[in-house]
Nanobody, 120 residues
Framework: QVQLVESGGGLVQAGGSLRLSCAAS????????MGWYRQAPGEQRELVAR???????NYADSVKGRFTISRDNAKNTVYLQMNSLKSSDTSVYYC??????????????WGKGTLVTVSS
């Protein structure tokens, strides 16, 4: 059994910052790629940022230069530092982690989401 628990969402003014955290717990053999997605009302879920085991990152064009993804493997945690927030960043943010629960058993897990609201 694996759980992902997100935290750090909330209400912030445009131009402000927030840091999201997502901690994985349970039967974890190995954490693989970790990422953040977001979904606004009436929109499809979209990739915000991902980070590999080796630390390579990729970002959606809309957040490049403003958001930074990082991970702490000792804490099984992935972070998303969000700066210069815009009203268009308002969304529910979901953590996504590919986890091996055994040597040959791996799958994607999702958090329940955390709401980020940016007021203009």
């Amino acid at each position: 059994q694996v759980q992902l628990v997100e935290s750090g969402g909330g209400l912030v003014q445009a131009g402000g910052s927030l840091r999201l955290s997502c901690a994985a717990s349970g039967t974890i053999f190995r954490l693989n790629d970790m990422g953040w997605y977001r979904q606004a009302p009436g929109e499809q879920r979209e990739l915000v940022a991902r980070i590999t085991v080796g630390g390579s990152t990729n970002y959606a064009d809309s957040v490049k230069g403003r958001f930074t993804i990082s991970r702490d493997n000792a804490k099984n945690t992935v972070y998303l530092q969000m700066n210069s927030l815009k009203s268009s960043d308002t969304s529910v943010y979901y953590c996504n982690v590919h986890i091996n629960t055994g040597l040959f058993r791996g799958m994607d897990y999702w958090g329940k989401g955390t709401l980020v609201t940016v007021s203009s």
